[in-house]
């Protein structure tokens, strides 16, 4: 047996630890945390001290058991979570849970998992930091407070099913005030002047006015006064510049990037970043510092001059402007800058990519620019054109990385050919183009992140899960419209003539911007009215002051909690006997065949359209937005209109046709067969020759192209992406194979193949119950039983289970159905 056992929250950091310790350390995993609040109450003492009452979950056990097992024949006991708060509550809960005897435990805590950074560890433990078990107690226990007394609120006031949050309700608030500013954003057209000249060589670069015009007869008049100038450099300036490297990746600055130059999630980045961090590959990914350790800068240096020559070296150290980044002592970086790539997977690999340039670019020199601005005179007026260049003398750390931004109108600078002052210039061409004011931009993952950094709300730790809940609760979803054609106009003076064109652009698009929900808007307009102070940014960032002065010892988490209860407590009370319901309603006029009001709401089943009002004899009629509408932007048209769906359109092979809305959005309802219709096809305006063609084309997809023992193989393209689909199984076309031809061999091998994988997964099949046991991601086992599915711990030999055992697995898992007992009657003769 170890002499030592050394707890880490994680199966893959274990098993990355246990290559750099001998065989007197045993290294297990915690797999999160082993204790929470309950679920199915509040939890906190709030008529006391407002201590937490922790739970074991049933899910972990079987782990506390087996640690607690080795615990107690181990010599030393290390804990070894993460280094930020939410880590050293979890070593708390350990020590605790396990009563480990406090003489034979240690925490040791490292921002890296190599071996130098280990050794270090085991040389300095430390106990265990009870500020910064408190100030996470006091992050869990404020938020289960607002969540659990707020949202019974929103059932009573608003509709079923839903919650509030502190952190994820302030989020919410953003993105609807935003899309509140676009809306009520007005757009004015203006005239942008951009020229086109060559010098004495020919070479050609582009300038433009630094003024606009309002209108066409304006930015005509003013082509008409160049028709006939001759031109010249008026003045010239170049100046040296320098543009300096970013800092190493905070949490914050690592999620933007990811988002602009890889496309990920902010939970896409936090995942693949965790599983780096893991393998010992990068430093701790949950930072708000942006400093770089001696050792660290010593390993770039030599990276770099290995690489690109002492020129390029700077070493240089950053200072973060984050409270509270004293708890993460490093910013995001390799653990070894000699190694610039990896190969594990597309997404580890692009992300460890993009790290290690970033922390690489931090250490190297300026880049060495020449700028150049260039002022152009006309002999027919007054105005002067210009023009901007830069040049790079030298690139520095620019050869390495640049970093992104999110201004979607940022135009870069170019090169200049030489010019000389009073030096002739030749107009190509100049144009007047139509323009249009735009409104402020919808926030995207990223830049909702940037946006929370800079109020102080929230903290790395919170940033991904608080993005992926008001998607999940369906405050939020990312748009997918991918905008509309608009017309504009296109003046151009060329050899003396005014050439005028119409043009079209494409504007509008919302695709991957986070866009509010009618649900969204509701929620937090009634939580604005009668909670502000909850939804009040610069409450929400003085919250989280509050927490870092209690990791520091500054303030007493349970005093924090009694001041912020004794004037919530009495809110609630107060809005939940007295506030009104809120659904959003609007009204839009009346029915014009009965004179009935018309009016718009949120409804027990979603958004709808009410025809008359409850309390009038005539029942209402009530009519479903379809999914693109929302309540605070449908006309009174476009809700008439949802009163002449369902629509029916006539008759196909012996089946009536009808088009409708549905939940997923409009369709042809075929027979017992429902097709949907193309993106940004409106259910009205289809006929009957569109509903037959759309139908043919189904038939035709769901042909079989091939037959396998004597079934049918089909293909199509689906959610994850291109599929065949044969008995029931639905099989993934990977990009080795040509999709449009796949061949009879191809179709055959992707069967076999999948038969054979589901083959490899099973690990027990009791087939007379319908019940077996299957290998699932990440070395774990699932039990399944038809549409139910059990999650076991990796701790159960899966091997070993009987049939009993793995009944009992599937009854605590499976929903109990609810029984009304009815009274018994009797018939009186």
Known sequence: ?????????????????????????????????????PS??????????????????????????????????????????????????????LAETLKLDKSKTKRIVFHEITKSAIQKAIENPRGIDYDLVDAQQARRVL?????????????????????????????????????????????????????????????????????????????????????????????????????????????????????????????RTMTNAQRLYEAGLITYMRTDSVNLSQEARNGAKSAIESAYGSSYSKPRNYKGKAKGAQEAHEAIRPTDFSRNSISVDRDQDRLYDLIWKRAIASQMAEAQLERT???????????????????????????????????????????????????????????????????????????????LEELGIGRPSTYAPTISTIQNRNYVEKGNVEGEERKYV??????????????????????????????????????????????????????????????????DWSKMMKDFYKEFHPQVEDVQENADRESGERVLGTDPKTGRQVSVRLGKFGPMVQIGMAEEEEKPLFASLSPDQQLNTITYEEAMDLFKLPKQLGNYKGETLEVNNGRFGPYVRYGK?????????????????????????????????????????QKGKGRFGPFIKWNNTFINVNKKYDWDNLSDNDIITLIEDKIQKEKDKLVQNWESEGIRIEKARWGRHHIIKGKVKVELPKTVDVSKMTLEQAKVEIEKKTPKKKTTKKASTSKKK
């Open 490 to 555: 296109q003046l151009t003076l060329k050899k003396g003539s005014i050439n005028d064109k119409t043009l079209t652009e494409k504007v509008g698009s919302d695709k991957g911007k986070l866009v509010p929900t009618d649900i969204g808007m509701i929620v937090t307009d009634f939580l604005v009215t009668h909670f502000e102070h909850i939804l009040d940014y610069h409450f929400t960032a003085k919250v989280e002051e509050d927490f870092d002065d209690i990791a520091e010892g500054k303030v």
């Open 40 to 93: 199915k109450e509040l939890g906190v003492d709030v008529e006391g001290d407002f201590k937490p009452k922790y739970q074991v979950s049933r899910d972990k056990r079987d782990v506390v058991k087996k640690l607690k097992d080795l615990a107690s024949k181990a010599d030393m006991v290390w804990l070894a979570s993460d280094e930020d708060r939410e880590g050293e509550a979890i070593a708390w809960h």
């Open 1 to 37: 047996m170890a002499k030592n056992l050394v707890i880490v929250e994680s199966p893959a950091k274990a098993k990355t630890i246990e290559k750099f310790l001998g065989k007197d350390y045993k290294v297990e995993s915690s797999f999160g945390h082993i204790a929470d609040l």
């Open 373 to 451: 601005n260039v002022r152009i005179e006309a002999s027919t007026h007054q105005e002067t054109f210009t023009a901007n260049g830069e040049v790079i003398k030298f690139d520095g750390f620019l050869k390495v990385y640049l970093e992104g931004t999110d201004d979607e109108d940022l135009e870069q600078e170019g090169m200049l050919p030489t010019l000389r002052v009073k030096e002739a210039l030749q107009n190509n061409y100049i144009t007047a183009t139509e323009r249009y004011t735009r409104p402020p931009y919808r926030y995207t993952e990223a830049s909702l992140v940037k946006k």
């Open 143 to 267: 938020d289960r407070i607002v969540g659990y007394e707020l949202s019974p609120v929103l059932w009573r006031k608003v509709k079923g099913g839903l919650s509030a949050g502190r952190v994820q309700s302030v989020s919410v608030r953003l993105i609807v005030e935003r899309e509140r500013e676009i809306q009520d954003f007005s757009t004015e057209a203006f005239f942008r002047i951009d020229a086109e000249f060559a010098n004495s060589d020919g070479q050609t670069f582009k300038a433009k006015l630094p003024k606009n015009f309002s209108s066409k007869a304006e930015a005509n008049q003013f082509l008409q006064l160049n028709a006939s100038a001759n031109f010249k450099v008026g003045d010239l300036e170049k100046k040296p510049a320098k543009k300096s490297p970013a800092a190493p990746f905070t949490t914050s600055t690592l999620q933007q990037e990811a988002a602009r130059k890889l496309g990920f999630s902010v939970s």
């Open 673 to 713: 067969k429902f097709v949907s219709l193309p993106a940004g096809v409106d259910a009205l305006s289809v006929e009957l020759e569109d509903a037959i063609e759309l139908i043919k084309e189904k038939e035709a997809a769901d042909a079989p192209i091939y037959m396998y023992k004597g079934l049918p193989v």
